[in-house]
């Protein structure tokens, strides 16, 4: 059975850090593409950063907005990615989605919530 375990989220004010972890079970984990993804209610979730796996090779990729502020991790033997997060802004506010890739294959973890206000 497949889990994705999210945790890290909280509330902070704007301009503070926050990091995000993502532990997964039932995977070889390093050979699948991982993700975060947030969502905000009334609007559809959005790709935050990906970090491949060792199947597909490449680059990280981030959304526009978070570039230079978000980077995504990966630690494949302690099967768990990380999203630290710098310099929040209130647009940064939502639950945060753990999502695991391979071959097609999809998982997603249950979320954590993200809310940054003063």
């Known amino acids: 059975q497949v889990q994705l375990v999210e945790s890290g989220g909280g509330l902070v004010q704007p301009g503070e850090s926050l990091s995000l972890s993502c532990v997964a079970s039932g995977v070889i984990f390093a050979l699948y593409n991982m993700a975060w993804y947030r969502q905000v209610p009334g609007e559809q979730r959005e790709l935050v950063a990906r970090i491949p796996g060792a199947i597909t090779g490449g680059e990280t990729t981030y959304a526009d907005s978070v570039k230079g502020r978000f980077t995504i991790s990966r630690e494949n033997e302690k099967s768990t990615v990380h999203l630290q997060m710098n310099s929040l802004e209130s647009a940064d506010t939502g639950v945060y989605y753990c999502?695991?890739?391979?071959?097609?294959?999809?998982?997603w973890g249950q979320g954590t919530q993200v809310t940054v206000s003063s």
């Open positions: 999502y695991a890739e391979k071959r097609g294959n999809t998982y």
